[in-house]
Structure formats: structure tokens, C-alpha cells
């Protein structure tokens, strides 16, 4: 699993399961393979995607228990990361755990806490290594207000950074989504430039957080999935944007859009036209902008589309197949 730009790591051909100990048993690592350390209570069992991760990527954690569990979280980074049960299947929990763009590489644990219906607790512990990402590079001309902003301008940009931190921080405790997410513009089945370090006018900017669609302006943008519009205004960088709220932590950002067709508080259906691709706000040309937050996690979005995309089984049997 590789995006255009080569900044996301291909995921192991198979999951890497953490096999439960017996009650009482003292945490040992787990004979899922060599590299894999952990260790699960009685009756409970806990598999990644991946032990190995970059700066950027996103994790499907799989919680599996003997009974059915009346609470359940994960923790990563010091975050609570939800788990959502799969539809018909009391016994299964699955989670997103993102790997910032900017995280340091490092070794850092994957903890999980659950209590089933009769009070018994359970958790689940692993080490993940996180590896630096390979991002390229770009040296761009913008207008001059971008690199040089008037005061007012300074004021208005960490304004609007601090009100998305403050919006990203907000975890509504319902999934709002069902089904598969989608790439928003049709047609298109990549992005570029996620994770790209841009040199503006000579100055080192911050590294580019979404992926880079390619899009006439006046193409119609799509909601990836079912989700509330929590954003829907011009700001100082992107121009026309919209965010939206997916549930659990997770929301995608559309930014650069000429026109916007949705507003705060909407209830939108997977594929609905939120707005149109642009121009607007610092950019060099007519595309779209998608971003994906997960608990605060800027992560690269076209990861979303590949781990629920289809159901988890499939998408390791497809990854599996892979020479």
C-alpha cells in the first residue's frame, strides 16, 4: 500500500495477531511473530495492521474477546482512541490509530482497557516502531502576502489555526459513518505531495498535511463518507473549506474549493456534493485539498480508503496477495 508520492509504507502481508495469556500469567511477548511484543489477558486477543509505521500512516487495530465486552478503549500517545463494534459481532471492536506527520520515530505503545458485561477486566498491550517518513521536497513562488503577511493577516491565520486545533480536539462519542470511504473527486483513484516539505519564497514552510488532487475548477467535490459539516467557511490559507465530522475522532478537511455548497450543522450521506474544486486561498493552481484528522493525528487520508474500504479480512487478503 504505497501512495504516488511514496510516503506511506507498504503494510505487512499479514496481520500481526497478540495472542491472550492465560488469567494470572505474567506479561510475556506473544508468539505471533519474532519482532511482535505484547501480551492480552484470558480470553482476549489484539491485532494491528502493522508493527512497523511511518510518520503519517494509519493503524486498524482488531479487539477480539471471549465474551462480549461492556467497555472498551484504546490509548495511544496519551490519547483515548475509540473503538467501534462491527455490526452483528458483540465479540469484535475495532479501532484508527494515526501516526502524526510529525511524530517522532520511536518506539511507542498501543494499550488497550475493557471490562466485559460481568465486570471482569481485560487489556491488551503492544509496541509499535515508528519510522521517520520519506517526504519530499519543493520549492515554490507564491504571492508574497503568503510568506510576508501584514499583522492583521498573522492574527487572522492563528486565529483560524487555533479554532481547527480546538475543532479536531472534539470526539464525538457515536460513529457517524457506515460503509466504505471514498476518494472525494470521481475518477480519481490517487493524491500527491502528502507529507511535503515546501520551501515558499525561499523560506522552509510547514509540511503539506492532506493529499493533493488533481481537478478542474468547477469539478464537484463528494463527502468521503456519512458525517456532519462542523466547518464551511473562506480561510487566510485554504481558501474555501469545509470539515467534517465523521464520529470517534475522525474528520476530513476540503480545502481550495471555488465554491461551498454545504453549511455548519448539515447532515451529509456518503458522495454528497459538499462543493466544487478551486483555486482559492495559497495555492498554485485549481485541485483539491483532502485532509484527514484522527484524534488530533494528521495522517495521510487515502489510508482511510484502504483499510475501510472494504471490510478488514478482505483488505489483508488483497494485500496479502501482493508479490
Known amino acids: 500500500m504505497r501512495s504516488q508520492d511514496g510516503t506511506v509504507p507498504q503494510m505487512r502481508r499479514t496481520w500481526l495477531a497478540l495472542v491472550?495469556?492465560?488469567?494470572?500469567?505474567?506479561?510475556?511477548?506473544?508468539?505471533a511473530t519474532a519482532k511482535a511484543t505484547g501480551a492480552c489477558t484470558a480470553g482476549t486477543?489484539?491485532?494491528?495492521?502493522?508493527?512497523?509505521?511511518?510518520?503519517?500512516?494509519?493503524?486498524?487495530?482488531?479487539?477480539?474477546?471471549?465474551?462480549?465486552?461492556a467497555e472498551v478503549s484504546g490509548e495511544w500517545g496519551g490519547r483515548i482512541i475509540p473503538l467501534w463494534q462491527e455490526a452483528g459481532k458483540e465479540s469484535v471492536r475495532k479501532g484508527l490509530v494515526g501516526v502524526d506527520l510529525e511524530l517522532a520515530p520511536g518506539a511507542y505503545e498501543f494499550k488497550v482497557i475493557g471490562q466485559a458485561a460481568s465486570g471482569e477486566k481485560t487489556s491488551c498491550r503492544v509496541m509499535v516502531a515508528v519510522k521517520k517518513g520519506r517526504f519530499a521536497r519543493e520549492k515554490l513562488q507564491v504571492g508574497k502576502q503568503f510568506v510576508e503577511p501584514s499583522p492583521e493577516q498573522i492574527k487572522r491565520a492563528g486565529e483560524e489555526r487555533q479554532k481547527l486545533r480546538e475543532l479536531f480536539d472534539r470526539v464525538t462519542p457515536e460513529r457517524l459513518w457506515d460503509g466504505k470511504f471514498r476518494i472525494p473527486l470521481d475518477g480519481v483513484t490517487t493524491g500527491s505531495n502528502f507529507g511535503k516539505r515546501r520551501i515558499?519564497?525561499?523560506?522552509?514552510?510547514?509540511?503539506?498535511?492532506?493529499?493533493?488532487?488533481?481537478g478542474t475548477t468547477g469539478t464537484p467535490v463528494h463527502a468521503a463518507q456519512r458525517g456532519r459539516v462542523?466547518?464551511?467557511?473562506?480561510?487566510?490559507?485554504?481558501?474555501?473549506?469545509?470539515?467534517?465530522?465523521?464520529?470517534l475522532g475522525i474528520y476530513t478537511f476540503y480545502g481550495h474549493l471555488s465554491e461551498i455548497e454545504v453549511k455548519v450543522g448539515d447532515a451529509l450521506e456518503?458522495?454528497?456534493v459538499l462543493g466544487k474544486v478551486g483555486a482559492t486561498g495559497r495555492v498554485t493552481g485549481p485541485h483539491l485539498h483532502w485532509g484527514l484528522t484522527v484524534e488530533r493525528a494528521r495522517v495521510n487520508p487515502l489510508l482511510i480508503v484502504k483499510l475501510l474500504g472494504n471490510s478488514s479480512e478482505e483488505a489483508v487478503r488483497k494485500e496479502s496477495s501482493k508479490p
Open 20 to 31: 491472550c495469556l492465560a488469567a494470572g500469567a505474567a506479561l510475556l511477548p506473544c508468539g
Open 45 to 69: 486477543t489484539l491485532r494491528l495492521s502493522t508493527l512497523e509505521a511511518s510518520q503519517g500512516s494509519l493503524l486498524l487495530a482488531e479487539v477480539r474477546s471471549a465474551e462480549p465486552l
Open 200 to 214: 515558499l519564497n525561499g523560506n522552509p514552510g510547514s509540511p503539506h498535511g492532506g493529499v493533493d488532487l488533481p
Open 230 to 247: 462542523v466547518l464551511a467557511e473562506e480561510l487566510f490559507f485554504s481558501g474555501n473549506t469545509v470539515v467534517e465530522d465523521h464520529g
Open 270 to 272: 456518503a458522495g454528497a
